[in-house]
């Protein structure tokens, strides 16, 4: 198969370069015709250096870059851009793709994924592999079909993470030089005649998780013992908003925790009671030892943890923990029925 023509679909990730920018950017060096299909929420994210994605896309039509802002993906826009010498990605992509679309590319339809699939089918890769406490990593391209990430492999990279990775950024800064290297071998396979050996994405393997939303399921249980409390947040720290609770009645977003299991112990009554601070940390009781936590921020994301009074107690009611667990976030509708907006 001769392909000279790459059509991406979805985003980057924010606050930082890859993995579009680095897919756009070797596919271009590699002289691929490059069209991307993205939305409004990818322009708005800040990539390094403060700049917008939107922006950096601009900088990129200099090397031969074309581009769309799409709200929902229109089957009959596509058509003139899709020939037989051409491939669809979707990284990061807001949305699904139907059967028809599948077919529009005659099944040349592929999706990144950054877990070694077919484990970790889903979202929200690195904050449930925190939670599982797993340190198997991988990089996936794996054909479209309907069902979500159940197509056949196409390229995949094996690894375990170091255990300095702790919280979901260092992940993505540990995968970052992998991608680049991945993108670039999947880039030279298909510039020279396609020649992949697809392998089955077994089933009889897989694990599945749903996609998390931090301002609606990060929020601490107080009944967990103090190691499931410190994954929890570490789960949900950087780049994301942070592990959530209430302080009298306000709510607060917690960060950069670490535990004590040896030196004291706690009465479960006592869990969440700040019974320590200084002007840097707060000390909080918990089932199996305490808390130390660094970071505490209000809703303003302004840090508050230097005027958290002792005594006062970190609290989750049960009402909002059952919410929590059952939120589902809602996907966007593909109805394929807006307008393409050219830039």
Not at 4 to 26: S, V
Not at 84 to 103: K, L
Request: hydrophobic share 35%; with cysteine; charged share 30%.
């Amino acid at each position: 198969m001769k392909v000279d023509t790459l059509i991406l679909f979805g985003g980057n990730r924010e606050k930082e370069n890859g993995p579009m920018l680095d897919f756009i950017r070797k596919g271009l060096q590699k002289k691929f015709h490059v069209i991307l299909f993205t939305d409004k929420i990818h322009l708005q994210m800040k990539i390094k250096d403060e700049n917008y994605f939107a922006t950096i896309l601009k900088e990129e039509e200099k090397n031969g870059l074309t581009w769309f802002e799409v709200k929902d993906l229109k089957i009959n826009q596509l058509k003139k851009y899709v020939t037989s010498s051409s491939i669809g990605i979707s990284i990061n992509s807001v949305w699904f793709f139907n059967q028809n679309m599948i077919d529009l590319f005659n099944g040349h339809l592929y999706n990144y994924h950054n877990t070694r699939l077919p484990l970790e089918r889903g979202a929200g890769a690195f904050t449930w592999r925190i939670l599982s406490q797993s340190r198997l990593g991988g990089l996936t391209i794996h054909k479209i079909n309907v069902s979500l990430d159940t197509g056949d492999i196409y390229q995949q990279k094996k690894f375990v993470f170091p255990k300095k990775c702790k919280l979901p950024i260092d992940y993505y800064e540990y995968i970052t030089n992998k991608e680049k290297l991945f993108f670039s071998e999947f880039l030279d396979n298909v510039k020279n005649g396609f020649n992949f050996k697809p392998k089955p994405n077994q089933n009889k393997f897989s694990t599945y998780w749903p996609k998390l939303e931090s301002q609606n399921h990060g929020y601490i249980d107080w009944d967990w013992t103090v190691q499931e409390i410190e994954l929890f947040i570490r789960a949900f720290d950087d780049p994301y908003i942070g592990a959530s609770t209430f302080l009298d009645g306000e709510r607060v977003f917690i960060k950069k925790c670490s535990i004590d299991s040896k030196s004291l112990k706690f009465h479960p009554f006592q869990s969440g009671i700040i019974f320590r601070k200084n002007d840097e940390k707060i000390f909080v009781a918990a089932k199996g030892g305490f808390l130390i936590i660094n970071d505490v921020f209000d809703e303003n994301n302004m840090k508050i943890t230097n005027r958290i009074k002792l005594g006062y107690r970190l609290f989750t009611p049960t009402k909002i923990l059952e919410k929590a667990k059952i939120y589902r976030p809602i996907s966007r509708k593909q109805n394929y029925k807006t307008k393409i907006k050219k830039k």
